[in-house]
């Protein structure tokens, strides 16, 4: 089933074009109005298709097109273990475990979290892509939202990084910060030489990162952080800077596999205003077991 939105026609939207309704009262992009104006059933009115120039009369229903006809991702299925936390129509959010990469790339072809998406996609008959709206590094779980037609990955996208969409980590890192809260401020930009190491650098982007001790146990301390932007390796970055670099992180710390086999960290909650309806919804998943551990 194709997923579309509907807007009944008021006496006093009555006579307005199509183009106009289509952003103005339903929030589409101009770029998604483009898209969908050449399918077939891109746009309806009463069932019949319109063109943007098209003015309605009072009573009828305009119906637009959101979920893509066709996978335009080129992403290939590939089934896989999906841990879903909530699903509807628009959006999916998933706890992502570690070691699972989100997009695919070299060497990870057809074993990321989008081929297991749009693998289960497929096989319950939704017409759903991949539309990543943020993501997670290879190594951090956690929870991670992805859209399932263009038009809510754009509005999700807008929301990041204002108050409307939220995400806080739970790390262990190596000491116990002092101040147990703060922020901090330090722009961030590649590291010369190499491909995917940041580092501070006067040039680099502002990037700012809100830190609290939650708890300590022996020379390890629990944080929960909040990002108010959103560079790479930013959290894992920051705290190294301030010397308490991430426990397990083999590229801003010490890595020891024996104890735990990728940097602790974790996406632990998230909120974020649903794309259609507006309603704020907020999830929350526990620490795994291999970052638990360490507070043990």
């Given amino acids: 089933m194709s997923r579309r939105l509907e807007l009944v026609i008021t006496p006093e939207l009555a006579g307005v074009k199509v183009d106009t309704l289509l952003?103005?009262?339903?929030?589409?992009?101009?770029?998604?109005v483009k898209r969908i104006?050449?399918?077939?059933d891109g746009i309806l009115a009463d069932g019949v298709r319109v063109h943007t120039n098209f003015r309605p009369s009072a009573g009828q229903v305009l119906s637009v097109r959101l979920s893509d006809p066709v996978r335009n991702s080129g992403i290939v299925p590939a089934p896989?273990?999906?841990?879903?936390?909530?699903?509807?129509?628009?959006?999916?959010?998933l706890n992502k475990a570690p070691g699972l990469s989100?997009?695919?790339g070299p060497g990870h072809f057809d074993d990321t979290l989008g081929n297991f998406l749009v693998d289960y996609y497929e096989k319950t008959g939704?017409?759903?892509?991949?539309?990543?709206?943020?993501?997670?590094?290879?190594?951090?779980?956690?929870l991670l939202v992805a859209a399932k037609h263009p038009h809510a990955q754009e509005v999700l996208k807008n929301q990041l990084h204002t108050p409307d969409f939220?995400?806080?980590?739970?790390?262990?890192?190596?000491?116990?910060?002092?101040?147990?809260?703060?922020?901090?401020?330090?722009?961030?930009?590649?590291?010369?030489?190499s491909l995917m190491e940041q580092m501070v650098r006067p040039d680099g982007k502002p990037a700012r990162t809100r830190y609290e001790v939650l708890e300590v146990q022996g020379d390890r301390a629990l944080l929960r952080l909040e990002l108010d932007t959103g560079r790479t390796h930013q959290i894992r970055v920051h705290m190294a800077h301030i010397g308490h670099p991430l426990t397990g992180d083999f590229l801003y710390g010490t890595e020891n596999r024996d104890l735990i086999p990728r940097p602790a960290?974790?996406?632990?909650?998230?909120?974020?205003?649903?794309?259609?309806?507006?309603?704020?919804?907020?999830?929350?998943?526990?620490?795994?077991?291999?970052?638990?551990?360490?507070?043990?």
């Fill in 23 to 32: 952003r103005k009262r339903m929030g589409l992009s101009g770029t998604l």
């Fill in 265 to 296: 960290l974790h996406a632990g909650a998230l909120s974020f205003r649903h794309p259609i309806s507006g309603t704020r919804l907020e999830f929350a998943v526990p620490l795994p077991l291999d970052i638990a551990r360490l507070l043990l």
């Fill in 102 to 104: 989100v997009h695919p």
């Fill in 80 to 93: 896989g273990p999906l841990d879903i936390v909530y699903e509807d129509e628009d959006v999916i959010v």
């Fill in 126 to 142: 939704q017409e759903a892509d991949f539309h990543p709206v943020h993501r997670l590094d290879r190594g951090t779980s956690g």
């Fill in 166 to 193: 939220r995400r806080a980590y739970l790390a262990v890192c190596e000491g116990v910060p002092d101040p147990p809260a703060g922020t901090i401020e330090a722009p961030l930009g590649p590291r010369p030489g």
């Fill in 37 to 40: 104006k050449w399918l077939e």
